[in-house]
């Protein structure tokens, strides 16, 4: 058995299953939203429960789940957001700062659910850094969060 890291969030926007959560509001709630670009406040992968705005959604913040790809992603690729919560290659550029929510562990394209993506894990980013300022967000299972850059 691989374990993962599975909480309920309340969803401020409708949440389908499969798609890259952010929070909405980091300054005033711990609520959920659908992310929208790859410098969201990505937290996690939804589960294959869609959730309705005001309803709990099963976010996936550590270990293997599920995600729908957005475009053509290669195994190994670290995944950001596309505008609808998909996940794409993270792609470095100078000077932009990027949410990643992890590693693709298969390759496919464009509306495949990827059979395993690795979230939020240092192991996802180590070799992610030419040029680029990127986040690590790690979870530990007491809920303890720790940010390196």
């Given at each position: 058995m691989i374990p993962t890291?599975?909480?309920a969030y309340e969803a401020s926007a409708a949440l389908?299953?499969?798609?890259i959560a952010k929070f909405s509001d980091v300054s005033?709630?711990?609520?959920?939203?659908p992310a929208?670009?790859?410098?969201d406040p990505?937290?996690?992968v939804n589960t294959a429960m869609a959730a309705?705005?005001?309803?709990?959604?099963?976010?996936?913040?550590?270990?293997i789940g599920l995600v729908v790809l957005g475009g053509t992603v290669t195994a190994g690729a670290e995944l950001t957001s596309d505008a609808s919560g998909a996940a794409i290659a993270a792609v470095p550029t100078a000077g932009v700062f990027m949410s990643v929510v992890g590693k693709a562990l298969s390759p496919g394209v464009a509306g495949d659910v990827s059979p395993g993506v690795?979230?939020?894990t240092r192991a996802a980013l180590q070799n992610f850094r030419p040029g680029a300022?990127?986040?690590?967000?790690?979870?530990a299972l007491a809920d303890q969060l720790r940010i390196t850059r």
């Open positions: 890291l599975t909480r389908a299953a499969f798609k005033a709630t711990s609520k959920v939203a929208a670009a790859n410098t990505l937290m996690g309705a705005t005001g309803d709990m959604a099963d976010i996936v913040q550590h270990g690795l979230i939020l300022a990127v986040y690590v967000i790690e979870f």
